[in-house]
DNA sequence: CTGAAAGCGCTTACAG
DNA sequence: CTGAAAGCGCTTACAG
C-alpha cells in the first residue's frame, strides 16, 4: 500500500490544478468548476491506483464534511440490557457509515461537562445518550445540548420533555406479565424490584403492575409490592432474602415480577436455598430478556424484553428523522419455564 | 455558555497579534515566541472567559495534536468477558484523556479493510484489538500494521508473534481448577468447550487441563475430553446434551471444566433436567467469571477469573510503554459452591 | 521580546 | 470549461 496522497500531488501528476481534483473527487460539490470526462477518467484513475482518502481533518475545518462520528453516552452501571444494546447499534450506525465514540459519565458533573466539551472538540455528527442519569444531569444538558449536534436520549432526561428521545414503553411487558400469570391461575402477583422514585423505568414497571391487576380483575396490595429502599446500608444479598421473606411468607404470594433479570436470578437462587419450588409455589418473571441467562436457568426464565435490534435501529434513525422517535418500543413478555 | 471562540480574536481582544495568543496557549510549544508575564495573564483571563478550547481539527492538520482516540476491534462473537472488558478499559483510557472509537469487526474481510482504513482517517493515537479473529486477519493486519498507530493486540494474532500483544495465561486457571479438584477427591476430571484448533485460548485451556492432571498424578484420559466440532449442524443444546451424555454417563466423569461460563451454565441446566446433582455428584467450573451470572446460580457457580481490571490496564499501559505487554496475566481460580 | 508569514489538505467563490 | 486564490484554525520557523 503506497504512501497516503493527497490532491495536489493528484493534481501534479494529471497535469491539471488542484480544484480539478477536488471537483472531481466530490461529485456532489456545489463548485462550479467543471472537467471534461478525459480528464476525469485521468483523475480517478490517479486516485484509484495511489488509495486516495480525502483528509478528514481538513475537510472538516474547512466547514465542509462531516466526521462520521456519534457520541454515545453510558455509565458505569450500565445494566445488561445496555450491554446487548452497544452491538446492535453500532451494527446500525455502521449503515449509516457512522463509527461509535463511547463517552462513560460517572456520578461527577464536572467529568461529565468535560467530556461533553470533549465531544464538542470531535465535531459529531450526532450524540446517542443511552445513559444520562447524572446528578445535576438538566443543568447540564440544558447547557450543551445546543452546542451539541442532533442528540436522541434513550427516553427523556428527568425534566426534559422536551427532548428528542426514543422511549421504551416499560409499562407494556409487565402488564402482559400479569395477565399471562392471572390466565394461569396466579391470584398473589408481587413486584419486586429496586428504588422507584429515582428511575422512570421502574415507575413505569409498577403502572405496567397495577394496569394489569386491572385488567385481570385482581386486587391490588401493597403488601405484594416490595421496593428496595437506597441508603438502608443493607448488601444485596440481605435486599433479596428479605424480599423472598416478605413475598413469599409474609404475603403468601404465589408470582413474583422481578426488576431485572439479575435480581430474578437471585431471586430464584434464594427460593431453591428455601425450598420454595418455581414455578410450582412461585412463578417467576424477570426483565431485560438478557441473552444467555434466561435460557440458562433452571427453570428457563420468563423475561420481558424491549427489543435492542427494534431500540437501536430507532435510536440511529433518529439522529436524522425525528419521525422515529414518535412511538414508544412496546416492551413484550417471553414465556419461558420459570411461569408454567 | 458564549459561542466558540478562536485564536485570532482572542488575539483581537487582547491587542496581540496570534502567534502570541497560541504562545500562551502551549506552554510547552517549541515555537520561540516569548511574550510578557503582562501579556500572558491578560491572554490567558480572556482564553478562560470566553471559555476557548483549541479546534483539534486545525491542530492535526497543522502535523501537531493528536486525537486521543484509541480505536477498539471487537467483534460480534464477543464474549460476555470482552463486554465487561469495555468498561474498565474505557476508564483506564479515560485516565490518559484518550477516548474509545468502537470498530466492530465481522467476517468479511472487505469490510475489516475498509474500517481500518476509517481508522486511518480519524488520526487515531493507538488502536487496541480485543478481536481480531477475522478471516485472511494476517493479510489484512499485515498491510495495515505499518500505517496504523500504535497497536495494541489482546494476544497475538495469528502467525503474527511479532506484534505487541498484552496475553492471558488461560492456562493457569485451568491448572488451579484441576488440582483444586484432585484435592476435593475428584478423579475423573472433564474438559469441555468449544472447537479447540482455531482458538489458541481454547488451546491453551487444554494445555493447563494436561498440566493439572500431571500436577496432580492423574492420568490423562481422552474420553474425557469433550470439544464441539465446528460444522457438525448440531445445535448448542444439542451439544450440551450430547456432552453431559458422553461426560457423566459414559465416561463416568465427577467434575467437568467448562469453556466458558455460557457452557458452565447450560451444563448446569442439562445436569440438574437430568437429576445429577452439582456439586455431590459432579463439581462444575466455569470460565470468564461473569458478574451477575457465577454468583446467581444455584449452587453458585466455581469459575476462571483473568482480571479484566488488569488486562484492561495492561492494555492501555501498552499503548505507550512496551514493557507493559511483556508479562502474561495469569488466570486464577475462584472458587464457590458448585466445586465443593 | 513581538509580529508577519507560511503551510497542513481541503472546498468553493471568482476571474478568465 | 479551467486556473488562481482565499480561507477554515492552528503551530512554528523566521525576520525585526
Redesign the interface.
Known amino acids: 500500500?503506497p504512501e497516503r496522497i493527497n490532491q495536489k500531488e493528484i493534481a501534479r501528476l494529471a497535469n491539471v490544478c488542484q480544484a480539478a481534483v477536488s471537483a472531481v473527487l466530490n461529485p456532489n460539490a456545489r463548485g462550479n468548476t467543471k472537467v471534461s470526462s478525459e480528464v476525469r477518467e485521468r483523475i480517478l484513475r490517479i486516485a484509484d491506483e495511489y488509495n486516495y482518502?480525502p483528509?478528514?481533518?481538513?475537510r472538516?475545518?474547512r466547514g465542509n464534511g462531516c466526521?462520521?462520528?456519534v457520541g454515545v453516552l453510558i455509565d458505569?452501571q450500565?445494566s445488561?440490557f445496555f450491554?446487548d444494546l452497544?452491538?446492535p447499534l453500532?451494527?446500525e450506525l455502521?449503515k449509516r457509515h457512522k463509527?461509535?465514540?463511547?463517552?462513560?459519565i460517572g456520578d461527577n458533573p464536572e467529568e461529565t461537562e468535560s467530556l461533553l466539551?470533549?465531544f464538542?472538540?470531535?465535531?459529531l455528527d450526532g450524540v446517542i445518550a443511552i445513559h444520562h442519569d447524572v446528578r445535576d444531569s438538566e443543568r447540564i444538558f440544558r447547557?450543551?445540548l445546543p452546542?451539541l449536534p442532533q442528540t436522541v436520549f434513550l427516553n427523556h432526561p428527568e425534566g426534559m420533555p422536551d427532548t428528542r428521545a426514543v422511549c421504551i414503553d416499560y409499562a407494556n411487558g409487565v402488564r402482559e406479565a400479569v395477565l399471562h400469570l392471572a390466565a394461569g391461575g396466579r391470584r398473589r402477583i408481587a413486584l419486586c424490584m429496586d428504588d422507584a422514585e429515582r428511575y422512570l423505568s421502574m415507575r413505569m414497571r409498577a403502572d405496567g403492575y397495577r394496569q394489569g391487576l386491572v385488567q385481570a380483575g385482581l386486587p391490588f396490595d401493597s403488601g405484594l409490592m416490595f421496593i428496595r429502599r437506597p441508603g438502608t446500608g443493607c448488601t444485596f444479598e440481605e435486599v433479596i432474602s428479605d424480599a423472598v421473606e416478605t413475598l413469599a411468607n409474609r404475603s403468601g404470594a404465589d408470582a413474583v415480577i422481578a426488576g431485572n433479570d439479575?435480581w430474578a436470578?437471585?431471586l430464584?437462587?434464594e427460593l431453591?436455598?428455601r425450598r420454595i419450588s418455581v414455578p410450582d409455589r412461585i412463578a417467576l418473571v424477570g426483565y431485560g430478556n438478557v441473552r444467555?441467562?434466561c435460557r440458562?436457568?433452571?427453570p428457563?426464565l420468563t423475561s420481558i424484553h424491549h427489543g435492542t435490534e427494534e431500540v437501536a435501529c430507532k435510536l440511529a434513525r433518529a439522529l436524522t428523522d425525528p419521525a422515529a422517535a414518535e412511538q414508544p418500543v412496546l416492551s413484550r413478555l417471553v414465556i419461558r419455564e420459570s411461569t408454567v
Chains 1, 2 share one sequence.
Not at 120 to 123: C, P, S, T, V, Y
Open positions: 500500500m482518502r483528509n478528514l481533518q481538513a472538516i475545518l466526521s462520521n462520528l458505569p450500565i445488561l450491554y452497544l452491538l453500532e451494527i455502521r463509527r461509535m465514540l463511547i463517552g462513560q466539551r470533549n464538542l472538540d470531535h465535531n447547557a450543551f452546542l439479575e436470578l437471585a430464584l437462587k431453591n436455598r444467555n441467562i440458562s436457568t433452571a428457563e
